[in-house]
Structures are given as structure tokens and as C-alpha cells.
């Protein structure tokens, strides 16, 4: 079997993110649903390395939790707009 090509990760990838937000879009419609999302999907996420100062020696951790966040964002942002502007 071939290993799918980067972009083929992307494509489906994206198809996916449309998914989620159309779902999030016609399930998330009043303020108190808005913000019970928020509250739970919404947050940083601090990596546990057990050092003194956590964050200080970057690593490979750092990067997992970087591409989560940029994903969260991906399938947030555009529920965020969308509360902010009201039904378009």
C-alpha cells in the first residue's frame, strides 16, 4: 500500500476541518452554547516537562502542542466570526 503524499494528508485534512465546522455552526447557536465550546476546547495547553522552568529548553513536545493550537484555531476561528457577526 502507498503512503498517502503530504498533500493528500492536507486535502483530507481539510475536508475534515469543513466537516467540523459546518457541524459546530448549526450546533452551536446561542450564547450559553458558544460559551460552554469556548470553555472547553478553547485553552492553552501548557507542556508538563518537569523542569524548573517549564518551556525553557524547547522540546519536541513544543511542536506537537504548536500544531494542535494551530488546528484548534483552524476549526474555531471561523464559529468565533461567526458569533461575533451574528447569523450571515
Known sequence: MTEPTFRALDARLDAQRRVLRWILARMVVTPAQ?????DNLDQTVIPQDHQEDPGAVPTEAFGEIAAFAAEM????DPVKRQHRTGPG
Open 73 to 76: 484555531r483552524a476549526i474555531l
Open 34 to 38: 458558544f460559551a460552554d465550546l469556548m
